[in-house]
């Protein structure tokens, strides 16, 4: 059932507006706290998903990592309100083994809270069965931290150097900085054609004018959850930049993003 929720409503927002076809001021970092399943079968509330939701000036991304099993699952759009409900318009999605370019659009009402906001899907079909969702988030963003990187990014070009061979990955794979919170989320192939979903989102400081500090809470990878990484970046205009990781046996690992647009 969790990954048909995922699936289906993970896209989803809050604001309390009345202007049509304007962003709302909900520019931020989320972090889920709770999903609730009612229909005529059960009522039933999950807390252990692990997702982050981020929303720039008309941009948004999620990924979700579920604990018990490195299920997971990320997407990335764009965003207006209309009637006092957020639209969001979804222009990739990725789940585990499968993934997504076919534009879909979310419309979403909410209810602001002390903590961050409510969530509420009055009718939605999970499992084969007419359900309705609620599901609570907690804000979490450092508003007074800005940086050159903030925004959501598509990834065009990764290569790994090592000494003098260069080897290029056509991975699919997008990343979002905003208010002190990064995520990235990633589609590959391996060597048997199979598509794999991967995600991480934690924390990130900058530690100099062209270096920042990632710091992942969260992960399908083991490796990478828990552990710091010092990444080196170049801004290459408005809407282009360059980072770089030198790993531990001196190999690096180059990627290039540009700005996501509608």
Excluded at 65 to 84: K, Q, T
Aim: charged share 20%.
């Amino acid at each position: 059932m969790k990954n048909l929720i995922f699936c289906c409503v993970v896209l989803a927002f809050v604001s309390c507006t009345s202007s049509v076809n304007k962003a709302p001021d909900i520019k931020g970092a989320y972090f889920m706290t709770s999903q609730t399943v009612t229909n005529a079968k059960e009522n039933v509330t999950y807390s252990d998903l692990k997702q982050l939701k981020i929303y720039t000036d008309s941009f948004m991304m999620y990924t979700q990592v579920n604990p018990a099993d490195s299920v997971s699952g990320f997407g990335v759009g764009y965003y207006l309100s209309d009637s006092g409900k957020i639209i969001e318009h979804a222009l990739y999605t990725s789940r585990e083994n499968g993934f997504s370019t076919s534009p879909a659009s979310y419309s979403l009402t909410i209810e602001k809270t002390p903590e961050g906001y409510t969530q509420f899907i009055p009718e939605i079909i999970i499992d084969s069965t007419k359900s309705k969702l609620k599901e609570e988030y907690q804000y979490v963003g450092k508003k007074s931290q800005t940086t050159p990187l903030d925004g959501v990014w598509k990834q065009t070009a990764f290569y790994m150097v090592k000494g003098n061979d260069t080897t290029k990955d056509d991975r699919t794979q997008y990343k979002a900085y905003y208010q002190g919170y990064f995520m990235f989320g990633q589609t590959t192939k391996d060597s048997s054609n199979k598509i794999h979903t991967g995600i991480g989102f934690g924390t990130f400081v900058m530690n100099g004018d062209n270096k920042i500090k990632e710091t992942d809470l969260n992960s399908t990878y083991s490796i990478i959850a828990g552990n710091s990484f010092d990444i080196d970046f170049v801004v290459k205009g408005p809407d282009s930049y360059m980072q770089t990781i030198t790993n531990p046996d001196s190999s690096k690992s180059i990627e290039v993003y540009e700005r996501l647009k509608k």
